[in-house]
């Protein structure tokens, strides 16, 4: 006897379902605007050239594997890749302060999406040359010094001799070609 079986009834249940369904259905529409707005703002971001800058700067867009996240730089603030299982680390700076963000990608895929002055130096590492302040070691201990980064970049033994000549230095002969 809780609820009576009218046309009053059934009218006046009417409004009280549309009013419970219409927020899921808002949250859902607010959504996908939230959505189209990240996305519109960053083509926009991309799109425009830094404020005080006669030259606009060279854009990396760099996207995770299904394209759900993407990070837009200057080629210039980017320091370095590390790969890190199946995700990415990428190290930048921004306003000069020191930043990573992790994405889900492979270092091969992101390392296709960076100019050619970004270069592999390890298994789990690409190093942008122009950000590299110093280098020690040797080919069996090379390792780069980046600006804006603490700890040093290694550099593998397979990589040494290319990495050297891309930063103009000598590379020093080794012992088997050395005859």
Same mark, same amino acid.
């Given at each position: ?38 996305? /519109? &703002?960053?083509?926009?971001?991309? !799109?425009?050239? #830094?404020?005080?800058?006669? @030259?606009?700067?060279?854009?990396? +867009?760099? =996207? ?36 990573? /963000? &992790?994405?889900?990608?492979?270092? !091969?895929?992101? #390392?296709?999406?960076?100019? @050619?002055?970004?270069?592999?130096? +390890?298994? =789990? ?43 103009? !230095? ?10």
């Amino acid at each position: 006897d809780w609820h009576d079986f009218s046309w009053r009834s059934y009218f006046g249940f009417l409004p009280d379902v549309w009013l419970v369904i219409s927020f899921p259905v808002a949250g859902f529409l607010f959504y996908l605007r939230h959505e189209a707005v990240v996305t /519109r &703002l960053i083509h926009l971001s991309a !799109a425009a050239p #830094a404020a005080g800058a006669s @030259a606009p700067a060279e854009m990396l +867009h760099l =996207s995770s594997d299904n394209d759900k996240e993407v990070l837009v730089i200057a080629a210039s603030d980017l320091l370095y890749l590390e790969s890190q299982d199946n995700y990415v680390a990428v190290v930048h700076l921004h306003q000069g302060e020191r930043r990573s /963000r &992790l994405m889900r990608s492979t270092l !091969a895929r992101m #390392a296709s999406l960076l100019p @050619a002055r970004c270069v592999r130096c +390890h298994r =789990s590492f690409v190093v942008n040359l122009d950000r590299v302040r110093t280098c020690h070691g040797n080919h069996h201990g090379l390792q780069l010094y980046v600006e804006g980064a603490e700890e040093a970049v290694p550099v593998s033994r397979a990589y040494a001799r290319s990495v050297l000549e891309a930063l103009g !230095a000598p590379a020093p002969e080794s012992p088997a070609t050395a005859d």
